[in-house]
């Protein structure tokens, strides 16, 4: 059976990857494309390196004839993406890339993102995108909301080490770095070329980084009380790519086997042999996140590193693999790509 698809936000960084993920799809057909500043244009002159697709041109969202599609993603800016969603027809489904619907609480919304959320009762039906965690909530979900990219990479360490109690709740440190790409395409002086090459910078120090919102909410959840980790994020010198390294107190053999149990039957969730390391370039272009935990000198201290791709695993990839499921696709539907090396 085939499924029409529309993409909102069709000319960024994450609609680029949707588009290019979905060229291959089996049973998923693009429909509409969707753009602010570059509505009018074609898809050619927006991407030239999509010039290959038979695709429609870049329309703006409210020319699209939602009557004819089954499934809308959304790759706007948060704040923007909550007031177009609320007007949405209810008989779409929707995959939202934004951080607009992560946060279950409108408090916590506004206390992380600064304004008042304008569509509580849309944010009421919203499930959190983290697919292997989620995945029977996403299947029966009109909106599902992807996680940030940075919340995912961090999630996939700790979840399973939460859980099982593995790790001293108190004592979780994560640091990491996000390729340039992560924020988006718009212009930014501090993303000129010659601002960020040849250098990089941690930002959101001191526990400001709006991720925070996602893994307060998340892991608190999971171990019944608050949790609160220390979290800092760096800007990385390159295009694509997580990674991300956490310094645990807990014992690191018991934390590889609790890892390599939880991922054992994911399809995209690989945990190295102990003592090997991820990097950035084994997922580039993929759907894969690769863990690899090590131990410290000191006993009874581990560090474990992650490693995915922010415009797939981080984002589009992540939410093509949640409309799979809401369509009743198989999950992997368009998502085995080999990562580019080198
Ligand atoms: N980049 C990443 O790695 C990740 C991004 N995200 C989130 O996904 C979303 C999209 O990110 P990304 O693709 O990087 O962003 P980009 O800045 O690259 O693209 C933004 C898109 O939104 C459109 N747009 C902007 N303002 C409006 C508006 N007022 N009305 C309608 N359309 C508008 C732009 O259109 P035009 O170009 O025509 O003006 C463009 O298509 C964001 O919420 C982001 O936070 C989540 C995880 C990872
Ligand atoms: C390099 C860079 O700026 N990365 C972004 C992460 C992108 C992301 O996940 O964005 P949203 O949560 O806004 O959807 C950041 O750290 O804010």
Redesign the pocket.
């Known amino acids: 059976m085939t499924h029409s698809i529309a993409i ?10 949707l588009i290019r993920l979905l060229a291959t799809h089996p049973s998923f057909e693009i429909k509409a494309l ?6 009018g ?1 074609s898809l050619a002159q ?1 991407f030239p390196h999509l010039r290959h697709l038979d695709l429609p041109d ?1 329309v ?2 409210e020319q699209i004839d939602f009557a004819g599609i089954d499934l809308c993603f ?5 704040k ?2 909550q ?2 969603i609320s007007q949405l027809p209810k008989s779409v489904k929707i995959v ?5 619907f992560r946060l279950r609480d409108p408090a916590d919304y506004e206390k992380w993102y600064g304004n008042a959320h304008v569509a509580v009762e849309t944010q009421a039906e919203a499930v959190y995108g983290l697919t292997e965690f989620y995945r029977d909530q996403i299947k029966g979900a009109r909106l599902v909301a ?4 940075n919340a ?1 990479t961090g999630q996939y360490i700790l979840r399973p080490l939460i859980s099982g109690g593995l790790i001293d709740l108190d004592e979780i440190i994560l640091d990491l770095q ?2 340039v ?6 212009l930014k002086e501090n993303l000129l070329h010659a601002e960020l090459s040849e250098g990089t910078n941690a930002y959101a120090v001191g526990g400001t980084h709006r991720h925070l919102g996602e893994f307060d909410q998340e892991f608190s959840a999971l171990a019944g009380r608050p949790v609160e980790i220390q979290f800092t994020p760096h800007l990385g010198p390159f295009n694509r790519g997580i990674l991300a390294t956490a310094y645990l107190k807990g014992d690191p053999q018991a934390i590889h086997a609790a890892l390599t149990t939880a991922y054992a039957d994911e399809s995209f969730v690989e945990v190295l042999p102990f003592g090997e390391t991820p990097s950035t370039h084994h997922v580039r272009g993929s759907n894969f996140c690769h863990l690899g935990v090590s131990g410290d000198r000191r006993p009874g201290r581990a560090i474990v590193v992650a490693a995915l791709d ?2 797939c695993k ?3 990839g992540q939410a093509l693999q949640n409309a799979n499921l809401m369509l009743g696709e198989a999950e992997t539907a368009g998502l085995m790509l080999a990562p580019c090396f080198p």
């Open positions: 909102i936000g069709a000319s960024g960084y994450t609609g680029a990857e969707a753009a602010n500043s570059k509505a244009q927006v870049l703006t969202w959304c790759a706007l800016p948060h923007t993406s007031e177009v939202d890339l934004s951080a607009d992807g996680t940030g990219c995912a996000c390729g790409s992560g924020a988006g395409r718009s922010n415009l981080g984002s589009s």
